[in-house]
């Protein structure tokens, strides 16, 4: 064991008579103590990695947590081990309980638009938004339990009781498609186990510990599936942070920290407090902050890294001036200090803020990443491609059968679709199963059913070729087979052709490689493909300043902080304060000001625009809450603010020094 752990760490590790709740303070060394009590369970208890699962809420977590278990106990002796997240083990429990959901082991995964598309379908309305809200409504019934039936007696708006109508079918539908949603991948298996003890017996022998990393993050599905597989014994350690809980509405239900107590009642609570991240003037705020919110554990994190710099707080006259002095400010620091353009981060309330801080930062020839934009995953190229591979996994997978017979177009439009549509639904059928049926030659003519039936074989070819060769070799095939690229240049501008291109010919080399290093086919690729957020590439390697909103910068640390746009209407964010939530919010400013180690620099504007309008911005309450001490104020009314020439002038003066340090 570490000799390295402080106290409650220690404890953490080596509690193992009952469930255990550690309260894990931002910065406290979390990962730390689940990876060495993994290496406690196996070196020091005897346990079998392959009885041990560790469930975490991002991929990128649960790759870093199974690099620090192997490095810490050798690649050998963790084998075995399960370390993935919710949605990963909720994969593997349906596919190797198919038959018992109903389903085939070769079921499709549908992500968010596959399924804002069949609502979209079902409600017979073609607005976007309007499908994607009831959606999210079905997603948020599911993800708390709350079954069709339920739903109905639930649904308290028009859109409420216009989703709670089309739920059952919208359930019948992914049936029919042999298909999931992603909080299937939760729910089922939470039934499966209520209505087949023995399966449940079965997981529960095989998960003999369980560690759940941001515990804070779980919604009511996952909790019972937590409950399940822990059952009496309780042999589990749940990791979390209350004042880290900023995932309320996307489901997660920080009141089931207060059921951990009431459903086990010999629950061990330990805290870590020691923070081995940040200043102590950059916790003092945070701690001060997050006393206004109502607490289900006191605790106040601490650090022996000395006061440190003052936290400086700075007025700007508009977004654009806001903008611009983050920019310059970054400039003169990294000049002063030679520090690394990826030591500085820029975190933010809502995406919409970025684009102006983006401007400066080209303006200023600063280099930048953003993370929590759009997914490598939602770009049309890679649905496409991602569609033929769907099929070739299940071919009752409808919404994948029309992605790829259209794209790229090979004669079969909409009205040969429509007809086989019309046929496949009287028959009860999938498109694919109807078009090899003796009765489509009635509904579709000679030249349209020879189109279809070549793309079937086409496909029928590569599924039986798909277990049986390299992953790389067949994604080479395929795109050669539908000649995809000059498709591209042939319907694209040559510019974004050369983009969209080069983004497929990544993902299909990303993916080859994956099926090497994982010993997977193409087929056990496909199932898990939506489960992965492709990394970025060399993210680690490339020198850029981060930007990221506050949700996204969760579980990342960086040495110099800038917080922008902290004002009321936006952090709190208007409709938090509207609806009387703002400690969530209280909570999200939290997370942003303890990802700071050693500088934190927050910024508000004085005017925005709204529309045709000006108005006047007031500073965040939560600045305030911050207290005063270990807080500069800078900017704003109360201090004139320095004009562009004298910024300018200031900075070079600055260049000039440092350069004749030379």
């Not at 570490?2 to 409650?8: E, G």
């Not at 993994?38 to 070196?43: C, H, Q, S, W």
């Not at 490339?542 to 910068?553: E, N």
């Amino acid at each position: 064991m570490s000799l390295n752990l402080n106290a409650p760490q220690r404890e953490a590790i080596r509690y193992l008579d009952g469930p255990c709740l550690v309260l894990a303070g931002a910065g406290s060394g979390k990962t730390r103590v689940i990876t060495q009590k993994i290496a406690y369970l196996v070196e020091q208890c005897g346990f079998n990695p392959a009885n041990i699962a560790a469930i975490t809420f991002t991929n990128k977590a649960a790759k870093e947590m199974q690099e620090r278990v192997s490095a810490l106990m050798g690649g050998r002796a963790s084998k075995g081990l399960t370390v993935c997240t919710f949605h990963a083990l909720g994969v593997r429990i349906v596919r190797q309980e198919a038959k018992h959901c109903g389903l085939k082991p070769q079921f499709s995964i549908l992500d968010a638009s596959d399924t804002v598309q069949i609502v979209s379908d079902l409600s017979g309305n073609s607005d976007k938004v309007r499908a994607r809200s009831m959606q999210w409504q079905i997603s948020s019934w599911k993800n708390a339990l709350v079954p069709p039936e339920e739903a109905v007696k639930l649904a308290d708006s028009e859109l409420s009781a216009a989703a709670a109508k089309l739920f059952p079918d919208y359930e019948r539908t992914l049936r029919a498609y042999q298909a999931v949603d992603f909080d299937d991948l939760i729910a089922l298996p939470v039934r499966l186990f209520d209505e087949h003890p023995e399966v449940r017996e079965r997981w529960q022998s095989k998960l003999r510990y369980l560690l759940v990393d941001e515990y804070q993050d779980t919604n009511r599905a996952q909790y019972r599936l937590l409950s399940q597989l822990a059952e009496v014994r309780g042999m589990f350690t749940a990791v979390g942070d209350d004042d880290q809980a900023i995932y309320a509405w996307r489901g997660a239900d920080v009141e089931n920290l207060k059921l951990l107590q009431s459903d086990w009642p010999k629950l061990r609570v330990i805290k870590l407090e020691q923070n081995y991240r940040s200043t102590t003037g950059i916790l003092n705020a945070a701690n001060t902050l997050i006393g206004y919110n109502e607490k289900l554990f006191e605790k106040r994190l601490w650090s022996e890294h000395g006061l440190g710099e003052a936290i400086v707080v700075s007025a700007a006259r508009d977004p654009e001036s806001e903008a611009e002095m983050v920019a310059m400010k970054i400039s003169a620091h990294k000049f002063e200090h030679r520090t690394r353009f990826s030591d500085y981060a820029i975190l933010y309330r809502g995406n919409h803020q970025a684009r102006l801080i983006e401007q400066q930062l080209r303006n200023h020839k600063i280099p930048y990443l953003i993370s929590g934009g759009q997914s490598f995953f939602e770009r049309a190229e890679i649905k496409d491609i991602i569609a033929y591979l769907r099929l070739l996994l299940n071919p009752d997978d409808d919404l994948a059968f029309i992605r790829a017979v259209t794209t790229p177009r090979r004669g079969i439009g909409p009205s040969t679709i429509e007809a086989l549509g019309s046929y496949a639904g009287q028959r009860h059928l999938s498109l694919f199963g109807a078009a090899f049926e003796e009765g489509a030659g009635q509904h579709l003519n000679a030249r349209q059913l020879e189109s279809v039936h070549e793309f079937c074989h086409f496909i029928n070819r590569l599924a039986y070729r798909a277990p049986r060769e390299p992953a790389a070799q067949m994604l080479a095939d395929l795109l050669g087979a539908i000649r995809y690229e000059t498709w591209l240049y042939d319907s694209c501008e040559p510019r974004e052709a050369e983009s969209k291109w080069s983004n497929v010919s990544d993902f299909v080399g990303w993916l080859g490689r994956k099926g090497e290093e994982d010993n997977k086919n193409l087929l056990e690729l496909t199932q898990t493909i939506s489960l992965i957020s492709m990394l970025d590439k060399d993210k680690e390697e490339f020198d850029g300043v981060q930007m990221a909103t506050l949700h996204a910068s969760k579980g990342l640390e960086f040495k110099h902080v800038f917080l922008v746009g902290v004002e009321e209407g936006i952090l709190p964010h208007q409709s938090s304060i509207d609806e009387d939530k703002v400690e969530e919010e209280r909570r999200l400013m939290y997370v942003g000001i303890t990802r700071a180690q050693r500088t934190l620099n927050i910024t508000w504007c004085e005017k925005r625009k709204a529309g045709r309008d000006v108005r006047t911005c007031e500073p965040s309450r939560f600045i305030e809450e911050m207290g005063k001490e270990g807080v500069r104020f800078s900017g704003g009314k109360s201090d004139a603010p320095v004009s562009r020439d004298e910024g300018r002038a200031k900075l070079a003066s600055l260049r000039a020094m440092l350069a004749a340090k030379g």
